[in-house]
């Protein structure tokens, strides 16, 4: 199979055309993908971001919402084919849908609504947390250093919260972390760059349990309120609960000046790494 000619867009994801205006591909290269050294896997987000960016091109409209739903993995030298389904397109909101998939083996599916509607009103009432600015705050580690992947492409720090030295603590008291981050290389604000960022929720699981954990996203869903230009993202994480083998959370996702930009939503099953 010979590779689909590379794109030309400017984000980290980098999905390609072809002759079939509704069918998308994805080559799956490790540095969009996670996990430990032998065993790679593309990151759910980037997923999630492929689908978007695919709706988003094949409608003509902006992402409003979309969820995500992980079945299997998708390995480095494959080549994830991004099918966009449309359902219904109406005066001002689509209703499509992907499905993910290598060959025959389903990867994920997506749901989404896109559009605008003429409306000028504009408020929010979720604010930024108080936290120190990016500069005052450490690198956020990582297990894997050596390996290109995923965390290779991001500079996250820690603005609040525990992480790589929560071995056997005490539980958080309200399950709160807070984030800085931004891609290496400057990429647009784009709803596909924000899924990327929200699919880091499970990060903090770790924090709230005052152990090395962390989990694997059984979903990821984003809902876009406002794009912005900004080098670093606040992301304000909250793990709602932890029960039965599975993790619940969110995170709001901010600009620098505190526009709110997105919110996201995501459960996982739970991986206890210090065991």
């Not at 799956?28 to 997923?47: N, S």
């Not at 919402?65 to 001002?92: C, M, N, R």
């Not at 500069?135 to 050596?146: K, N, R, S, T």
């Not at 699981?205 to 794009?227: M, Q």
Request: aromatic letters at 6%; glycine letters at 10%; charged letters at 20%.
């Amino acid at each position: 199979m010979q590779p689909p000619a590379p794109s030309i867009a400017s984000e980290l994801v980098d999905l390609r055309e072809t002759h079939n205006p509704h069918r998308w591909v994805l080559p799956v290269e490790p540095r969009i993908c996670v996990g430990p050294p032998e065993g790679k896997f593309l990151f759910g987000g980037v997923g999630l971001a492929a689908s978007i960016a695919a709706m988003e091109r094949t409608t003509g409209r902006p992402a409003i919402w979309a969820t995500a739903q992980y079945l299997s993995y998708a390995k480095p030298g494959e080549f994830l084919d991004v099918d966009v389904i449309v359902p219904k397109h109406g005066k001002h909101v689509t209703q499509a849908r992907v499905v993910g998939h290598v060959g025959d083996r389903e990867v994920l599916t997506v749901n989404a609504a896109l559009g605008a509607r003429p409306q000028e009103i504009s408020a929010q009432w979720a604010r930024m947390p108080d936290v120190p600015p990016p500069g005052e705050c450490e690198l956020m580690p990582h297990f894997d250093v050596a390996s290109e992947d995923l965390h290779q492409q991001f500079e996250m720090r820690v603005a609040k919260g525990r992480y790589g030295n929560a071995r056997r603590g005490k539980l958080s008291k309200d399950g709160h972390a807070v984030l800085w981050g931004r891609p290496k290389e400057l990429r647009p604000i784009t709803s596909g760059l924000l899924a990327i960022i929200a699919d880091y929720v499970p990060s903090a699981t770790g924090h709230a349990l005052g152990r090395l954990a962390g989990a694997n996203s059984l979903d990821n869903t984003i809902r876009v309120r406002e794009l912005r230009t900004t080098e670093w993202m606040c992301c304000d994480i909250r793990i709602h609960g932890v029960n039965a083998g599975f993790v619940h959370g969110r995170m709001h996702i901010f600009a620098e000046d505190g526009t709110l930009m997105a919110t996201a939503s995501q459960s996982g099953i739970l991986r206890l790494w210090d065991e």
